[in-house]
């Protein structure tokens, strides 16, 4: 397991004693590359982060907690958990099962890479300052334009679709 850097001295020393109780938890140190540790796991287990996308791309098979855009990918590679009653059973069949698809992880970065449009969506939209590329105000009129513009085409392209079929 790995500690985000951002609680770093926020959770209580017992917190981690529990963890560390857990058959086959271990501590990484929390500045240690992501990508390092994914490379030695079996599973990755993640509630929203690009961790579990780490995953995806390492080819492991990939436990969400969370719904991060990534969890559209096919069952046999990342598992949405929503009753952790069952995350064992989950975790289990999913290691069973895994089967990795080229394919469908193309398709999905492609995807993202066709209807990106660059912004510092945590700054400017959730206020959430310095936590990445704080760039100014200016930049962030500039950013919402396009968005703003991104998100009235793809509406235009949808209804027109919607009219022709």
Sequence with gaps: ?????????????GYYEKL?????????????????IVR??????AVWSFVGFE??????????LGTPPFCILPDSMVRWVGDLSR???EIADLLRTYEYKDRSVAHYVAANMKGAVPMDFYS????????????????????FAAFV????????????????G
Excluded: W
């Design 1 to 13: 397991m790995k500690e985000h850097p951002r609680c770093i001295g926020y959770r209580p020393f």
């Design 55 to 64: 995953g995806v791309i390492q080819k492991k098979p990939v436990v969400l």
């Design 87 to 89: 995350l064992h059973a």
């Design 20 to 36: 560390l109780r857990i058959p086959n938890v271990e501590l990484a140190d929390p500045f240690t590359e992501s990508r390092v």
């Design 124 to 143: 400017r939209f959730l206020e959430k300052r310095g936590r990445y590329a704080d760039a100014g105000p200016e930049a962030g009129a500039g950013e």
């Design 40 to 45: 030695r796991a079996r599973l990755v287990a």
């Design 149 to 164: 513009e991104y998100t009235l085409t793809r509406v235009r392209e949808v209804c027109q679709g919607a009219e022709r």
